[in-house]
């Protein structure tokens, strides 16, 4: 299956993937949420 997504996060920060398999997006967006957000890593 082909699809696409568009992420806005708060920051700013966007990312399109377009017309990609949905098992990349799945491992896209699975990594993108294991990675810790700014507020978890103030110290």
């Known amino acids: 299956m082909i699809a696409s997504v568009h992420v806005r996060l708060p920051n700013g920060v966007q990312l399109d993937l377009e017309k ?21 890593t103030k110290r």
């Open 20 to 40: 990609s398999d949905l098992a990349q997006l799945t491992a896209v967006i699975e990594m993108l949420g294991r990675l810790p957000c700014s507020g978890s």
